[in-house]
């Protein structure tokens, strides 16, 4: 099973992008904070969504917004200056806003988005 739940803050404000069949792609980063031997320590999560998630991702989320997501793992390489770079993403299945949101629709406290059916382009 690949299954991943991460809870943490925007590093900045997310990107959408679509593809050439006019299918939403929404990247960000999502700091998470974890403590070890008494520090607290920030790891850095590369997040992907795509449709009706990437849109509402897109329209809802700002830098700082606390937010948690469902997804699975990705890895992907590819070669830079003849060096191969691993990268790993997170691709959310489920995406909660969490917390006081600025907007006045994200006060809701919650959007759940179990429901929507994405088709991954892949």
């Known amino acids: 099973m690949n299954t991943v739940t991460l809870m943490g803050r925007l590093g900045k404000d997310p990107e959408v992008t679509y593809s050439k069949n006019n299918v939403a792609l929404c990247k960000f980063a999502l700091a998470t904070n974890r403590f070890s031997a008494g520090e607290k320590k920030t790891d850095w999560h590369n997040i992907m969504c795509f ?3 990437a849109k509402i991702a ?5 830098k700082g917004n ?3 997501i469902q997804g699975q ?4 390489q590819y070669e830079q200056h003849g060096e ?4 790993t993403k997170v691709l959310v299945n489920r995406l909660h806003l969490v917390g006081k949101q600025e907007n006045e629709v994200q006060k809701t406290s919650k959007i759940d988005l179990e429901n929507i059916d994405d088709d991954l382009p892949f």
């Open 51 to 53: 449709d009706k998630t």
């Open 73 to 76: 793992l990705t890895y992907e």
């Open 66 to 68: 606390q937010v948690c």
């Open 58 to 62: 897109g329209e809802y989320l700002k």
């Open 84 to 87: 191969t770079k691993y990268v």
